[in-house]
């Protein structure tokens, strides 16, 4: 036969995670930042790949920061290793 008892809620509720931002998040919002750091600055993003790292994959994340930074006009480009993303200077003579 079962034994009951009673015990308070406190000690037998498992205890509340706190939870940080996902890893998704974090990734985008490091993205997101440096890319308008770079901007800020006038500078073009230069981001190394590893060898483990998709050129695709890396586009993709530049490009969903700029959309969410509102800039539509971005340069993506990759160069060997490299991912460049930068606005494209107009020419003075146009």
Not at 49 to 54: C, H
Not at 71 to 89: F, P, S
Request: avoid cysteine; charged fraction near 35%.
């Amino acid at each position: 036969m079962p034994h009951f008892s009673t015990a308070p809620v406190d000690e037998v509720a498992p205890k509340r995670k706190t939870r940080g931002p996902s890893p998704r998040f974090v990734l985008q919002q490091e993205y997101r930042e440096a890319l308008q750091n770079a901007l800020d600055a006038g500078e073009a993003l230069v981001i190394e790949l590893e060898p483990d790292d998709k050129a695709l994959t890396v586009r993709n994340r530049v490009k969903k920061a700029s959309e969410a930074l509102g800039h539509r006009d971005l340069t993506i480009r990759r160069k060997g290793n490299r991912v460049l993303a930068y606005h494209r200077i107009a020419d003075e003579a146009s």
